[in-house]
């Protein structure tokens, strides 16, 4: 499908976004024009419209009212000092920023959103066609396109963590903000003390292992269901919590995420070795669990998982 990059002056609606609000927003005159989504999953933090022009279809993606209070995303503002609404803010310029530098399809970004205070609520985009990655099966290209995609952001290097357009976090205040996050996750069960305590822990006892020099471009809530698939194409479709932070979370991420063949798969896409896990691994798994990023999970889950890249 071609892209149109025509861009549209910003609107301002009233109230919060809510599914009624979004379809009037739409200024749509012909109802059937619109076509409501259903939420892909438990956590969507999104209503999600197509509207159907002659020549191409756009997606309108509002915000839930109570999409930042979640797990996910009071975790990624203890860790990463990131709101939605300001990930939202910086769409018109981070969206044709991270296209350049990825082999793989992302949304073309068209309009953003305000309410009356102000706050960013939503984006337009121009729609990507693909099925849902879990309707397809996972085949050794995907993965190693998954590879070479991750590979071109990791290079996108920065010296601070946080927000892809001004980064605020100093390298030698990321185990702090690790300590502090972690120091929140539940310990009612014995797993969850396990989970804990090996995780603060390494935390204590070296520091320097979680300040890496460089912090790369990471998605914290990768998952295969981020992805569409389109004549055996990858495209990404969500860049909500695309943030610079350390490249081994999301390496810990993919020992979750992919099995022991895809695993393999990947390490021989992937053009560099990947960083040393063992002394991080714990660590980044407990931020993961608490993060919810499968969504609830219980702590044994995440100790259980396997180590593919040691």
């Not at 379809?23 to 438990?42: E, G, M, R, Y």
């Not at 930042?68 to 975790?75: I, L, R, V």
């Not at 822990?201 to 979680?210: D, K, S």
Request: aromatic share 10%; net charge negative.
């Amino acid at each position: 499908m071609t892209l149109y990059c025509c861009l549209s002056a910003l609107r301002v609606i009233k109230h919060q976004m809510n599914l009624k609000q979004l379809i009037a927003w739409s200024h749509s005159d012909q109802p059937n024009t619109l076509k409501v989504l259903p939420s892909p999953f438990a956590d969507s933090s999104h209503h999600i419209l197509l509207q159907q022009f002659d020549d191409h279809i756009e997606v309108i993606k509002g915000l839930r009212d109570d999409a930042q209070d979640s797990p996910f995303w009071q975790g990624m503002h203890q860790l990463f000092g990131v709101t939605l609404s300001q990930q939202i803010a910086a769409f018109e310029t981070c969206y044709p920023w991270l296209a350049q530098h990825t082999p793989i399809p992302l949304p073309c970004w068209l309009q953003t959103v305000y309410n009356a205070d102000a706050q960013p609520c939503g984006v337009r985009t121009h729609f990507l066609a693909g099925q849902p990655t879990q309707t397809e099966p996972l085949e050794q290209a995907m993965v190693e396109q998954l590879a070479d995609h991750l590979y071109h952001w990791h290079n996108l290097s920065s010296t601070r963590f946080g927000g892809l357009q001004q980064p605020q976090g100093e390298r030698q205040s990321w185990p702090k903000q690790l300590q502090d996050f972690l120091q929140t996750l539940p310990d009612a069960s014995i797993s969850q003390r396990q989970l804990k305590q090996q995780s603060l822990q390494p935390l204590a006892a070296h520091p320097e292992a979680f300040m890496p020099e460089q912090f790369g471009v990471i998605m914290p809530d990768l998952r295969w269901d981020q992805f569409l698939v389109e004549a055996g194409r990858l495209a990404l479709t969500d860049l909500d919590a695309v943030v610079f932070g350390p490249v081994a979370l999301e390496w810990v991420l993919l020992e979750a995420l992919l099995t022991e063949q895809q695993a393999n798969w990947f390490l021989k896409a992937y053009p560099e070795r990947p960083p040393t896990l063992a002394p991080v691994r714990q660590v980044y798994r407990a931020v993961l669990c608490q993060l919810q990023v499968f969504g609830e999970q219980n702590a044994q889950a995440w100790l259980n998982f396997p180590t593919w890249f040691d």
